[in-house]
């Protein structure tokens, strides 16, 4: 069904319903992204955008519908086959989930020594470098708690990437930053998705963040619990397009 080049199908979704007992939060979403995408999921509070992004990485289970990951269906996957395209992700979650009582690098080997046969030299080596990458090189043995919500944002970021992935999930990555460190963590989204040739995932409200980085999407409604719009963001914006979708992307403005 698929390649492995840029532009081809990497996941799609289909009719997935989402759902917490008899209360349906989201149905029939039918979506694709592409290998190479920076697809964003967007939607007022309370449409399922977290949710949406748990049910994609396993963490949750949908009432109904499909997961299918370069043509493969995620839901129905061997323990096997699941647990190896866990190891294809990378995710980083809204306030960062770093362990306070660990360092940068340590938190960042973690995976490391997980799912890797290096001795701990290479392992330190290896994490150190993905500590570089986010600009936090000096900053290995410093703990959450001594840097800035930005750097610990970072730190996440480059635990994210430990394993090389092949798609990045980042769940509000600039939730409580302020506006130059949320554009520099674009920049840094940017910039590593080129050189890793990852497909990224981004649940956000922020404006700048989705109009800079991202290249393709959906946005979710609350209260009609479905996709309603689809497509790169200022494609959304074009005459005739839902109304809802409008004032969010312009905040109630004009576009």
Not at 127 to 156: H, T
Request: aromatic letters at 8%.
């Amino acid at each position: 069904m698929t390649a492995t080049g840029a532009g081809t199908v990497h996941v799609e979704v289909r009719n997935l319903t989402l759902a917490y007992d008899s209360f349906v939060v989201q149905r029939d979403l039918d979506f694709t992204i592409n290998r190479g995408d920076i697809f964003v999921i967007m939607g007022d509070s309370g449409c399922g955008k977290s949710t949406l992004l748990r049910h994609m990485i396993g963490l949750q289970t949908p009432a109904a519908g499909e997961i299918l990951y370069d043509g493969e269906n995620f839901l129905t996957a061997s323990d096997e086959a699941r647990a190896a395209r866990l190891r294809t992700f990378g995710v980083m979650y809204q306030q960062g989930a770093l362990w306070s009582s660990m360092t940068l690098v340590e938190n960042t080997a973690l995976t490391l020594e997980q799912y890797t046969a290096l001795d701990p030299a290479e392992i330190r080596e290896l994490a150190a470098l993905k500590l570089a990458l986010v600009g936090l090189a000096g900053f290995e043995d410093y703990y959450p708690s001594e840097i800035s919500g930005g750097m610990q944002k970072r730190a996440g970021l480059a635990r994210a990437m430990a394993l090389d992935p092949e798609i990045l999930f980042f769940d509000e990555p600039s939730a409580g930053l302020d506006p130059l460190s949320s554009r520099r963590l674009d920049e840094l989204i940017l910039e590593l998705k080129h050189s890793l040739g990852a497909t990224v995932v981004v649940v956000t409200h922020e404006l700048p963040s989705i109009f800079a980085i991202a290249t393709n999407g959906i946005f979710m409604d609350a209260e009609r619990r479905t996709i309603v719009a689809r497509g790169a963001p200022r494609d959304m914006l074009a005459p005739g397009a839902d109304a809802k979708v409008r004032e969010f992307l312009t905040r109630g403005g004009t576009a």
